[in-house]
């Protein structure tokens, strides 16, 4: 390039980042076009502004579609940022606007799902009726690549294992303990002593492999000579977990948050298995150097109010 990479970049628009953004998104430079409302003449054109600026070539066309160079990937990768950082700057001042308005997206992990995160919008929603809150469900290896590129305001659940990444920040909130749960009626139940091994036989209904949960599980069973059985079952889904435990002889394993009020109302037993190891902080990770809006510091001022009240829970059992 002729100038300085700086000097080129301020010229780039950003209809030209979105339009950047959404044809490698899309892998196709008309689909981009139709989910931004522009031709594809235009699109075509908003592109080649932006291959010309740079001096580079942003995309290729291949028999699977458009595909970006190793330059495009670059750009696209910081031009997601900007583009998110305007569109909470909008949010900003429409809460000024509209007053306690606004709008967070946040991901969540299973120890977060049944009671933190619930917990935590019902005081947000209460102190703040106009704000819109999106949450999205899933395991680590989703959820944090969507949060450094700007897709997400934070994320909650159990921290995971690998600390340090530059492009975020985490926040401890409480302890959780893993337990093991079954019906009412199991015949591990009556039981006089138990421990880890006598569980496998039964089948285990285990969250998936991407899961810190899952990895500190498989650890506490290494780490006890115990190898895990074929039989097991793996599910992210709360529901089909606990009806799974319902209806049949496994043995869930959870963040006890997660189905803490199931055993308080019997509907689920806790087996007398510890599970030390396999305990976790629960806690906020969020993008280093980066400014909640109002409507995120709001919903993180709530989590760590419920975090705090779970913690004082756990301390005085």
């Given at each position: 390039m002729k100038d300085g990479i700086a000097e080129v970049s301020e010229r780039l628009s950003i209809r030209q980042l979105r339009t950047v953004v959404a044809i490698?998104?899309?892998?196709?430079?008309?689909?981009?076009?139709?989910?931004?409302?522009?031709?594809?003449?235009?699109?075509?054109?908003?592109?080649?502004?932006?291959?010309?600026?740079?001096?580079?070539?942003?995309?290729?066309?291949?028999?699977?579609g458009v595909l970006p160079t190793a330059y495009g990937t670059a750009l696209c990768r910081r031009a997601k940022l900007i583009l998110a950082e305007l569109r909470h700057a909008g949010e900003d001042i429409r809460d000024l606007q509209e007053g306690l308005g606004g709008r967070v997206v946040v991901g969540t992990l299973l120890a977060a799902s049944a009671r933190l995160l619930?917990?935590?919008?019902?005081?947000?929603?209460?102190?703040?009726?106009?704000?819109?809150?999106?949450?999205?469900?899933g395991t680590n290896d989703i959820l944090m690549p969507s949060l450094r590129l700007g897709d997400l305001d934070l994320v909650v659940g159990r921290l995971p294992e690998y600390r340090g990444r530059e492009e975020t920040v985490q926040e401890v909130l409480y302890d959780e303990e893993t337990c093991m749960a079954v019906r009412p009626g199991h015949p591990l139940l009556a039981a006089e002593a138990l421990d880890l091994a006598d569980t496998i036989p039964w089948g285990l209904i285990l969250p998936p492999q991407e899961t810190t949960l899952r990895r500190q599980l498989e650890k506490t069973l290494r780490d006890s000579g115990i190898e895990l059985a074929v039989n097991a079952t793996e599910s992210i889904s709360v529901q089909t977990n606990r009806q799974l435990t319902l209806l049949t002889d496994a043995i869930s394993v959870w963040p006890y948050?997660?189905?803490?009020?199931?055993?308080?109302?019997?509907?689920?037993?806790?087996?007398?298995?510890?599970?030390?190891?396999?305990?976790?902080?629960?806690?906020?990770?969020?993008?280093?150097?980066?400014?909640?809006?109002?409507?995120?510091?709001?919903?993180?001022?709530?989590?760590?109010?419920?975090?705090?009240?779970?913690?004082?829970e756990s301390l005085a059992n």
């Open positions: 490698e998104a899309h892998g196709s430079i008309r689909v981009a076009a139709e989910t931004l409302n522009i031709t594809q003449p235009t699109a075509t054109k908003s592109l080649k502004e932006a291959e010309k600026t740079l001096g580079v070539e942003l995309f290729i066309r291949t028999n699977r619930p917990l935590a919008i019902a005081r947000v929603r209460k102190e703040r009726p106009k704000v819109s809150i999106s949450v999205v469900e948050q997660v189905v803490r009020q199931d055993i308080l109302d019997g509907k689920l037993a806790r087996l007398p298995v510890n599970l030390p190891q396999a305990a976790r902080p629960v806690g906020l990770t969020m993008r280093a150097r980066h400014t909640p809006s109002p409507a995120a510091a709001a919903l993180i001022d709530a989590l760590r109010a419920v975090g705090a009240e779970i913690r004082e």
